[in-house]
């Protein structure tokens, strides 16, 4: 299962009578989508956006939609769509190119993996409350739990989404992800340690504490939570830096190899291109022609 679109995913959709083939663009929580039939050659162009446990796909210059469950499916994909002057229709959908790629995720029953260009890093749900598994910091390559890294290093529009707190930004390396505290520290501007700090952790995002967070901040760097960021200089906006890498703990858990023969099925049938047919031409060509009587 994996919570967000891949760009350039090609599905095999069927509803009743009929059968599409569906590409998707653009990665993350929204972008655009073309069907084909490939039998009759009709053709058109959709928006989707996800929100929650849904995506919804709007077709442009009818009034057809479909809703598909969220997280996705590649070979078992429920939805629900309406056809203009047709009806509701139960859908079904299989992904025909989807392999992983750096930086996507999928969950296999109470694991979920990230792949990395090297491993696998495994978050057990699990073994939470115990405090056994890897934390998000680590399996995301994000030591400061980056909500949205796109413009720091992290692989854009991909998001390990965690079943409770939501999405994090997964960076290639650590090293990526420890420079990019900095830069985003640069980008507060001219905010006190305090504001900075309610914008870093809102109070309003799970068990966050920012006041308690920006006074961390401010006794490391040495001033007060009302100095402005924009006047601190190299070494302390570091030490910012270094004090909240101290806050979002990185620790290591279990990870696998690439090619690790322990790894489930569902995760190593999809770690190489070479398992699925990459071209909608093969894809047309796998489904049946209609029958003639």
């Not at 891949?6 to 083939?21: A, D, Q, Y």
């Not at 699990?126 to 992290?154: H, L």
């Not at 109070?203 to 920012?210: L, T």
């Not at 489930?264 to 049946?288: G, W």
Request: hydrophobic share 35%; net charge neutral; charged share 20%.
């Amino acid at each position: 299962m994996f919570h967000t679109m891949i760009n350039g995913l090609i599905w095999r959709v069927t509803v009743s009578k009929w059968t599409w083939i569906y590409t998707f663009s653009n990665n993350g929580t929204s972008g655009t989508v073309t069907w084909r039939d490939p039998l009759s050659g009709a053709h058109g162009i959709g928006g989707w956006k996800i929100s929650g446990r849904t995506m919804r796909i709007t077709w442009h210059a009818s009034g057809s939609w479909d809703e598909w469950e969220v997280p996705f499916k590649a070979d078992s994909q429920f939805g629900h769509c309406h056809i203009e002057g047709e009806g509701d229709f139960d859908l079904w959908a299989d992904a025909q190119n989807y392999y992983l790629e750096p930086g996507d995720s999928l969950i296999v029953g109470d694991q979920h993996f990230v792949m990395h260009k090297d491993e696998f890093r495994v978050y057990e749900y699990d073994k939470e409350k115990s405090g056994e598994t890897g934390t998000i910091a680590w399996v995301c390559r994000n030591p400061g739990n980056f909500r949205n890294g796109d413009s720091y290093g992290a692989y854009v529009g991909k998001f390990f989404v965690h079943k409770r707190l939501g999405p994090y930004a997964i960076f290639p390396t650590e090293a990526i992800g420890a420079a990019a505290i900095p830069k985003r520290i640069k980008n507060f501007g001219h905010k006190t340690i305090a504001e900075a700090m309610e914008i870093y952790a809102p109070a309003k995002d799970g068990k966050n504490r920012p006041d308690n967070y920006a006074q961390a901040i401010a006794g490391r760097v040495g001033v007060k939570t009302s100095t402005y960021v924009d006047s601190l200089s190299e070494s302390q906006i570091q030490k910012f830096a270094d004090a909240i890498t101290g806050v979002e703990v990185s620790k290591s858990g279990l990870w696998y190899t690439l090619t690790d023969l322990r790894l489930p099925a569902e995760v190593s049938l999809r770690a190489f291109r070479r398992t699925y047919a990459v071209t909608q031409d093969e894809i047309l060509k796998s489904i049946p022609a209609p029958l003639s009587w």
